[in-house]
């Protein structure tokens, strides 16, 4: 079953009856020669909802590290160079993070995971900043943060 029928699908008499007689508490959306059903009207407002919403940040990371990240990124990171770059970078220094843990150097082990978390808080700023965000980005930085 579609989850739209286009209203040239309905006789003009069921058009007229569902769109000017909805049940109460029941308006249908028209969109583009389309009626939705309340399933599928359900569905698209859950979606706007859940693109709406924002994780709750901290005092601190308003104030302080996400501005100081931001000058970090416009510093240190070229206009030319592409996030996944940083992102790939991140990896490495994790990678040899976990490394010098196992091998009981935890100074640089600390180094490390610094500069990791360093690339893991630029790298979409820099994205953002020279509009190279892409889909694939974002999965490639779950991807190294797990």
């Known amino acids: 079953m579609p989850r739209c029928r286009p209203a040239h ?5 069921q058009l007229l009856a ?15 020669s389309c009626i939705m059903s309340d399933k599928t009207r359900a569905a698209k407002q859950a979606k706007q909802a859940a693109a709406s919403w924002t994780a709750p940040t901290s005092v601190l990371y308003d104030r302080v590290l996400s501005p100081m990240y931001d000058e970090v990124a416009r510093v240190l990171w070229p206009t030319w160079l592409h996030p996944n770059y940083i992102t790939l970078l991140g990896g490495v220094f994790c990678t040899l993070s976990v490394l010098a843990m196992q091998r009981d150097a935890w100074g640089w082990a600390c180094v490390l995971f610094t500069l990791y978390h360093a690339c893991d808080n630029t790298d979409g700023k820099h994205a953002r900043r020279t509009g190279k965000s892409s889909k694939f980005g974002h999965v490639l ?5 797990a």
């Open 9 to 13: 699908s309905l006789s003009e008499g």
């Open 18 to 32: 569902f769109v000017s007689y909805p049940p109460p508490g029941r308006h249908p959306i028209r969109t583009r």
């Open 141 to 145: 930085d779950h991807a190294v943060d």
